[in-house]
């Protein structure tokens, strides 16, 4: 079981950026496809980024450029550096463990259950 804490979200102005971390914990890290996605008001859960045990990257086309997604198998961290953010970003962000098909970015969610362990959240704000 892994168990994962974000943390780092906040309200910022359009063209702001911010640093979303998420601690990972329990057996088997390494072996992980992780990602981080979000949620907006009345929108599905949407793939952000993904990074396989070997650090390659996805993204969505939506934040690429501007979002930068990494991970220290030392401290058992993932991190997604969000810059040049615009109002449209704003979300509740999560991370998540082997939660789509090929370390991708579409989650496998049946309603409001979502295969893969995920964190709680954090909420990102970006004012225009």
């Known amino acids: 079981q892994v168990r994962l804490v974000e943390s780092g979200g906040g309200s910022v102005e359009a063209g702001g950026s911010l640093r979303l971390s998420c601690e990972a914990s329990?057996?088997?890290?390494?072996?992980?496809?992780l990602g981080w996605f979000r949620q907006a008001p009345g929108k599905e859960r949407e793939g952000v980024a993904s990074?396989?045990?070997?650090?390659?990257?996805t993204y969505a086309d939506s934040v690429k450029g501007r979002f930068t997604a990494s991970r220290d198998h030392a401290t058992n961290n993932l991190y997604l550096e969000m810059t040049g953010l615009k109002p449209e970003d704003t979300a509740v962000y999560y991370c998540?463990?082997?939660?789509?098909?090929?370390?991708?970015?579409?989650?496998?969610?049946?309603?409001?259950?979502?295969?893969?362990?995920w964190g709680q959240g954090t909420q990102v704000t970006v004012s225009s």
């Open positions: 998540a463990a082997e939660a789509s098909s090929g370390c991708g970015l579409k989650p496998i969610c049946t309603g409001t259950y979502c295969l893969g362990s």
């Open positions: 329990g057996y088997m890290y390494r072996y992980y496809c």
């Open positions: 990074i396989d045990t070997d650090g390659r990257t």
